[in-house]
């Protein structure tokens, strides 16, 4: 067998491995960020359209993008934020006063005030809205697409009652997914009601980490030692290598299971969207050293 030959079976043996370990890691449609019609796992979920089928729409649009990276088309928060803070927090960390750029993305939702379903980009069978920044999309969800009590999306201009936050959905109780706080018993503060600004009780993030290890380094592994213990699972971004939302969290990643206990696709082992099994708090003790 000739070299050319061989070189080509061994790309080909490559790619055949990278598009299997990628599928893995990649099947959204099996989870509950699939809010579309489209529900191939059958599961259970908390919020879906009812005649949006297009699964990544509510995330991403080759279109009108915005941000442009990566292909963003939701509307973003603008109102500021409260972060985590505390004696015991490393200087670095407790010097961070707004989340950083990929954590904003998550937040996009789950700040509990941006509505979910205000999109930049979306099909002709959406409901248009128009803000200071021009038409936004509004995508029909569970038979209704606007919430009175949705406070407005400052960002976009649009007004008051566009569109569903993800606060509403609390039922006037604890809902994890929302991190800003709007309403329910788990709101302490009576000023956070309406704000959706509200991280304080959530692990710090947006903090460069070299630079909080650096503060603290019997307390925290160096970054060597992370991308060991994860097996490069977690990541760090920008310059300064800091620690975002996605840095532990990956939103495609499907965990056997709904919030409803159905069965689904994937391992429950990394629920809620990990990016590496937690048991026994690996992926805590991946980053700190206690």
């Known amino acids: 067998m000739n070299k050319l030959v061989v070189m080509m079976a061994v790309v080909g043996v490559s790619l055949v491995m990278a598009s ?32 949006e089928d297009q699964i990544c729409i509510f ?20 109102q500021a934020f409260n972060m985590y803070t505390t004696a015991s927090l490393s200087p670095a960390a407790r ?8 954590s904003l993305l998550c937040l996009s939702c789950h700040d509990g005030r941006t509505a979910i379903n205000v999109l ?17 999309y509004v995508v029909d969800i569970g038979g209704s697409f606007s919430d009175a009590t949705t406070p407005a999306n400052t960002a976009e201009g649009l007004p008051a009652g566009v569109g569903l936050s993800i606060g509403m959905f609390g039922f006037g109780g604890t809902y994890g997914a929302n991190l800003g706080k709007i309403g329910g018993p788990d709101t302490t503060d009576m000023n956070q009601l309406t704000y959706g600004g509200n991280l304080m009780d959530d692990h710090p993030i ?20 992370v991308s060991s213990n994860s097996s490069y699972a977690i990541r760090f971004f920008g310059p300064t290598n ?14 056997g299971m709904d919030r409803m206990g159905t069965t689904g696709v994937g391992d429950v082992k990394l629920r809620p969207f990990l990016v590496m ?9 991946a980053c700190h050293n206690k």
Not at 21 to 49: C, D, E, Q, W
């Open 20 to 51: 299997t370990v990628l599928a893995g890691a990649g099947k959204v449609a099996y989870t509950v960020h699939n809010m579309s019609s489209t529900n191939p796992g059958g599961l259970n979920r908390f919020i879906a359209s009812n005649n």
């Open 59 to 78: 995330c991403h649009t080759p279109h009108n993008a915005r941000p442009s990276v990566p292909l963003w088309n939701k509307v973003m928060p603008g």
């Open 95 to 102: 010097a961070v006063t707004a989340p950083g750029p990929e």
């Open 120 to 136: 930049h980009n979306a099909r002709s069978t959406a409901t248009t809205a128009t803000g200071s920044k021009g038409i936004e």
């Open 206 to 225: 947006s903090f460069s980490y070299d630079a909080a290890q650096g503060n603290k380094p019997t307390k925290l592994n160096s970054r060597a030692v």
């Open 242 to 255: 800091r620690l975002e939302c996605s840095s532990c969290h990956d939103p495609h990643v499907p965990y």
């Open 277 to 285: 099994d937690n048991t026994g708090s690996a992926l805590c003790f």
